[in-house]
């Protein structure tokens, strides 16, 4: 008897299919890198104290300061409830210094050579800049509920309807991406000079020379001209007529012009810069 042996046909095994990666330079992989990148820097802020003392913590409880120090006296004085200016100007005041605080870490970062090491890394160039800018919107938006929340526990109201009241919101938001670009301008191209440090002295000096600390008819004639056209007036003189009713149109352009022009003269200082920065040392 002859016992017949066949052959058992190969087994196939069948990996799954792995997805190929986005091309550096794609709109995808800006998109993808952006994000993850803004996931990463937001949770390096949540976990500063610094930062979010100063971005967060700090404009709130300057908010209520101010009404308890002075908010009831100005009210007084001119018959107006000062929340509807000092909830606008604390919007700005935080957006403002959130920056400054993210800009100072943005030269934390280039000093300790994390931008070098994230330049090599197979990832969008474009990446990084815009991972940041989204990262102050988050921050931003936050920032300016919690204190327009805190506003309203004291006695601020948004009398013109939802419309007018999204539109406020959103106006610290256009403000403080332009005042964001500014400050990621001066911290990559500053070397070891304090130009984000000495900003927050003029933010200082602006912060007591506009029209939500007293209406612009309290300042010497002289200085109102100026009081009334500077950059934060714009916007909080915009943000009053968008809570309490009043003149829009005039404000609103102003704030629009003051941050569109701040886009434009920074955003290129700030690319060039960044990119020297990441392969050079301060």
Known sequence: MTT?????????VTFPAVSKPHPENSASALVVHSLLQTKRLLV??????????Q????????????WAVLGISITKATGVNSLYGTVPMITLVGAMFGSIAGGLSLKKEWANGLLGRFWVLPVHRASPLVSRLLAECVRISLTTVLIIAVGIALGFRLDQGVL??????????????????????????????????LLSLLCTLLLFFNSGFVPTAAYPTWLQSFVENQPMSCA??????????????EPLIKTIAWSIGGLIVFTYPAVRGYRRAAGTPP
């Open 164 to 197: 007018a009241g999204v539109g406020l919101m959103l106006l610290p938001l256009l403000f403080g991406v332009s005042f964001a670009t500014m400050v990621t301008a001066l911290a990559v191209n500053a070397g070891k000079a304090p130009l984000v440090e």
């Open 44 to 53: 390096r802020w949540a976990r500063d104290p610094g930062t979010m003392i």
């Open 4 to 12: 017949e042996y066949r052959a058992e046909a190969p087994t196939r």
């Open 236 to 249: 909080i003189d915009a943000m009053k007529g968008l809570s309490m009713g009043g003149p829009v149109a």
């Open 55 to 66: 971005a967060i913590v700090y404009p709130a409880l300057m908010l209520v300061m101010f």
